[in-house]
């Protein structure tokens, strides 16, 4: 009976370290799910933030032609040359303007871009498996040499 003992350590020893290996491949494959939903999920947060940016953009740049368009029409019937002089530093102005806005844009879309990106430090869990699995391990060699 006394014989019977260390082999009955070692096989529930294996039976636990293959458990252990089992539910670290479950939590593995679990992980890797999330993992492919979460970079699908930012792919689209990324692409609706790059239309909504496309938008934004083709809004300004409308905007600013029908704004100069208009101060250079309103300029014009003046009698004021709308590419000379202090008419010529309002457009200039106007086009500096809109330059600047965009500029803002693209700064807070970059942002947000980066903002969307997941961590390099978040854990799968994976290395708590492996180290309860060579605990276990580690107890049923102890058990055997006692």
């Given at each position: 009976?006394?014989q019977?003992?260390?082999?009955?350590?070692l096989?529930?020893?294996?039976a636990s370290?293959?458990g252990?290996v089992r539910?670290?491949?479950?939590?593995?494959?679990?992980?890797k799910a999330?993992q492919?939903?979460?970079a699908?999920?930012l792919?689209a947060?990324q692409?609706q933030?790059?239309?909504?940016?496309d938008?934004e953009?083709?809004s300004?740049?409308d905007?600013l032609?029908?704004t100069?368009a208009?101060?250079?029409?309103?300029l014009a019937?003046?009698?004021?040359?709308?590419?000379q002089g202090?008419?010529?530093a309002?457009t200039a102005?106007l086009e500096?303007?809109?330059?600047?806005a965009?500029a803002?844009s693209?700064?807070?879309?970059?942002?947000?871009m980066a903002?969307?990106?997941?961590s390099?430090?978040n854990t799968d869990?994976?290395?708590?498996?492996?180290?309860?699995?060579?605990?276990?391990?580690?107890?049923?060699i102890?058990s055997?040499?006692?």
């Open positions: 009976m006394a019977l003992a260390p082999i009955a350590t096989v529930g020893t294996g370290l293959y252990t539910q670290g491949q479950a939590q593995a494959a679990q992980a999330q492919q939903q979460e699908a999920n792919a947060r692409q933030l790059a239309a909504a940016q938008s953009a083709r300004r740049q905007r032609e029908r100069v208009s101060t250079r029409a309103r019937a003046s009698g004021v040359n709308p590419d202090s008419a010529g309002i102005g500096q303007d809109a330059a600047e965009a803002d693209n700064d807070a879309f970059a942002a947000r903002a969307g990106r997941s390099l430090l869990g994976s290395l708590t498996t492996w180290l309860r699995a060579g605990n276990s391990f580690g107890g049923a102890r055997l040499l006692d």
